[in-house]
């Protein structure tokens, strides 16, 4: 099907590299504009009316698969084009350059071949794919199954085992409820840990809700859960453990095989929240002996409103629907599927396999620049283990500041305090409290998130930005004046009133 394109370009061109720095461009000048390295297909060349938008999507995703392939080789390459793509995110502000970003936790920018995926499905592909008597559901179905395989290829799955949802929090929910509710007259006890997900948390507590036993476990200084405990609360009617991957406040990454072996060998079901995992870790449910995994999509450069749940054929874990419709997705979750978003998704996990290792070296080049760099200032401390963590999460307390504070007096950088879904709480981090942290360095904390498109520029930013206004603000307090004084703020007894 041919038609004439439509020649906007994307927020991300908003304002773009011209001659002299950046600025905004006449429509006129719009068909000019190449980022350097990579390309947005929203900001190419002139069109040709007869151009037809799968050729020209499959044209500009070829165009950067090339890019991409000679940037491995030439390191210059890649830095340059990841530095135009990051520029091109900052400057699409209505109103100036924008914050520099740092909170990939709460969420990660859109990888422009995930968009040029995207496009035609708003197009030209647009049958429902649960149409089985025309071509129109035909070809929109191939292309769901297509990214279905790209999504369960990262964790070594069979596509029949990913049921798409809306995201981690429907998934985790999926896990938690449908499982416990199926399994209910025989198994109804549940373990999860003390620092998972809100989402994990409120879950298991409308469990009990419903009359379920929940036990929560500890986590040591480190944020580790210790095996002999979780083996030790693994009872008869237990029918699920629940532990989190990768922390999306700290971090940590718990041992998921170890883990896995123990529920295998206690015929108990074994969840994982994997939403800051996937991806960005090695991960093998087979070899690991997960029986259901939380997935997102809109935390490695997919888009937001998709994600899945992993759940085993073999042995088979069985759950109740939280949703009662069509049928869809294997009678788990009905409703019809928005391809537009299933193939943004696929391309986001076919590209995080291909960019795994330069994604992986990247994060930990400029992970250890920033971490070393703000441990070195006086009074601060690196949240959660230093060895069993993921590189792209980096949470720093900086005593005798406050983290709302120091956030203000960083408005330049794009930073967070804690997860991104309880950020609007003045309450300290019931993550770091689990850590044995007191309210004062549970307030300080800051989280940093680094990812593909992170520049070795902004670190160096960052780095110049927190040690002058940490400085800064510790100057105002009347503690820090004690503690430069060798005043040791434990042996004083504060009064009450």
Same mark, same amino acid.
């Given at each position: 099907?041919?038609?004439?394109?439509?020649?906007?370009?994307s927020?991300?061109?908003?304002?773009?590299p011209?001659a002299?720095?950046?600025?905004?461009?006449?429509?006129a000048?719009?068909?000019?504009?190449?980022?350097?390295g990579?390309?947005?297909?929203?900001?190419?060349?002139?069109?040709?009316?007869?151009?037809?938008?799968?050729?020209?999507?499959?044209?500009q995703?070829?165009?950067?698969?090339?890019?991409?392939e000679?940037?491995?080789s030439?390191p210059?390459?890649l830095?340059?084009g990841?530095?135009s793509?990051?520029?091109?995110?900052r400057?699409?502000g209505?109103?100036?350059?924008?914050?520099?970003?740092?909170?990939?936790?709460?969420?990660?920018?859109?990888?422009?071949?995930v968009?040029d995926?995207?496009?035609?499905?708003?197009?030209?592909?647009?049958?429902?794919?649960?149409?089985?008597?025309?071509s129109?559901?035909?070809?929109?179905?191939?292309?769901?199954?297509?990214?279905r395989?790209?999504?369960?290829?990262?964790?070594?799955?069979?596509?029949?085992?990913?049921?798409?949802?809306?995201?981690?929090?429907e998934?985790?929910?999926?896990?938690?409820k449908?499982?416990?509710?199926?399994?209910?007259k025989?198994?109804?006890?549940?373990?999860?840990?003390?620092?998972?997900?809100?989402?994990?948390? +409120? %879950? #298991? *507590?409308? &469990?009990?809700? =419903?009359?379920?036993?929940?036990?929560?476990?500890?986590?040591?200084?480190?944020?580790?859960?210790?095996l002999?405990?979780?083996?030790?609360?693994?009872?008869?009617?237990?029918?699920?453990?629940?532990?989190?991957?990768?922390?999306?406040?700290i971090?940590?990454?718990?041992p998921?095989?170890?883990?896995?072996?123990?529920?295998?060998?206690?015929?108990?079901?074994?969840h994982?929240?994997a939403?800051?995992?996937?991806?960005?870790?090695?991960?093998?449910?087979?070899?690991?002996?997960?029986?259901?995994?939380?997935?997102?999509?809109?935390?490695i450069?997919?888009?937001?409103?998709?994600?899945?749940?992993?759940?085993?054929?073999?042995?088979?874990?069985?759950?109740?629907?939280?949703?009662?419709?069509?049928g869809?997705?294997?009678?788990?979750?009905?409703?019809?599927?928005?391809?537009?978003?299933?193939?943004?998704?696929? +391309? %986001? #996990? *076919?590209l &995080?396999?291909? =960019?795994?290792e330069?994604?992986?070296?990247?994060?930990k080049?400029?992970?250890?620049?920033?971490?070393?760099?703000?441990l070195?200032?006086?009074?601060?401390?690196?949240?959660?283990?230093?060895?069993?963590?993921y590189?792209?999460?980096?949470?720093?307390?900086?005593?005798?500041?406050?983290?709302?504070?120091?956030?203000?007096?960083?408005?330049?950088?794009?930073?967070?305090?804690?997860?991104?879904?309880?950020?609007?709480?003045?309450?300290p981090?019931?993550?770091?409290?689990?850590?044995g942290?007191?309210?004062?360095?549970?307030?300080?904390?800051?989280?940093?998130?680094?990812?593909?498109?992170?520049?070795?520029?902004?670190?160096?930013?960052?780095?110049?930005?927190?040690?002058?206004?940490?400085?800064?603000?510790?100057?105002?307090?009347?503690?820090?004046?004690m503690?430069?004084?060798?005043?040791?703020?434990?042996?004083?007894?504060?009064?009450?009133?």
């Amino acid at each position: 099907m041919t038609m004439t394109l439509l020649r906007g370009v994307s927020v991300f061109s908003r304002r773009v590299p011209v001659a002299g720095g950046f600025g905004y461009l006449k429509r006129a000048d719009i068909s000019n504009v190449v980022l350097q390295g990579r390309t947005y297909a929203s900001a190419k060349v002139a069109l040709a009316e007869d151009l037809t938008l799968e050729t020209h999507t499959d044209n500009q995703a070829a165009a950067i698969e090339q890019a991409n392939e000679r940037a491995v080789s030439n390191p210059d390459v890649l830095d340059s084009g990841i530095h135009s793509l990051q520029h091109a995110y900052r400057e699409s502000g209505e109103y100036g350059t924008r914050p520099i970003y740092l909170d990939m936790q709460a969420t990660t920018p859109t990888d422009p071949r995930v968009l040029d995926t995207m496009l035609k499905f708003y197009t030209g592909l647009y049958g429902n794919p649960h149409s089985n008597t025309h071509s129109y559901g035909w070809e929109t179905n191939k292309e769901i199954e297509q990214a279905r395989k790209y999504i369960a290829d990262v964790i070594k799955a069979d596509p029949k085992e990913i049921i798409f949802t809306s995201g981690a929090t429907e998934s985790n929910n999926m896990a938690l409820k449908g499982v416990s509710r199926f399994y209910k007259k025989t198994r109804n006890h549940i373990i999860t840990t003390r620092t998972e997900h809100k989402c994990v948390l +409120e %879950a #298991a *507590r409308a &469990m009990k809700n =419903e009359g379920y036993e929940i036990t929560f476990l500890n986590v040591d200084e480190q944020g580790l859960i210790n095996l002999e405990e979780l083996e030790a609360a693994i009872r008869p009617e237990t029918c699920l453990v629940s532990v989190m991957a990768v922390n999306n406040e700290i971090g940590v990454m718990q041992p998921l095989k170890e883990i896995g072996e123990l529920c295998r060998k206690r015929k108990v079901f074994f969840h994982t929240d994997a939403a800051q995992a996937y991806g960005k870790i090695p991960i093998d449910v087979n070899e690991m002996k997960i029986d259901l995994m939380s997935i997102s999509s809109h935390k490695i450069y997919g888009p937001k409103g998709i994600g899945a749940i992993y759940v085993r054929r073999k042995p088979r874990v069985r759950l109740d629907p939280l949703i009662s419709g069509g049928g869809q997705e294997r009678g788990l979750r009905s409703g019809t599927l928005a391809p537009p978003l299933v193939a943004g998704f696929g +391309e %986001a #996990a *076919r590209l &995080m396999m291909k =960019e795994y290792e330069n994604d992986s070296n990247h994060i930990k080049r400029l992970s250890d620049k920033l971490m070393n760099a703000l441990l070195s200032i006086d009074h601060t401390i690196l949240n959660g283990s230093a060895d069993h963590r993921y590189p792209g999460c980096v949470n720093i307390s900086f005593a005798y500041v406050e983290g709302e504070s120091l956030l203000m007096a960083l408005r330049d950088i794009a930073l967070s305090s804690g997860s991104a879904c309880t950020s609007a709480s003045l309450e300290p981090s019931y993550v770091l409290h689990a850590l044995g942290k007191d309210d004062a360095l549970a307030h300080s904390s800051i989280r940093f998130g680094i990812g593909r498109f992170t520049t070795d520029e902004e670190i160096d930013y960052v780095i110049k930005a927190i040690t002058e206004r940490v400085d800064f603000l510790r100057e105002l307090s009347p503690l820090w004046e004690m503690v430069k004084e060798g005043i040791d703020l434990n042996s004083i007894e504060w009064s009450g009133h």
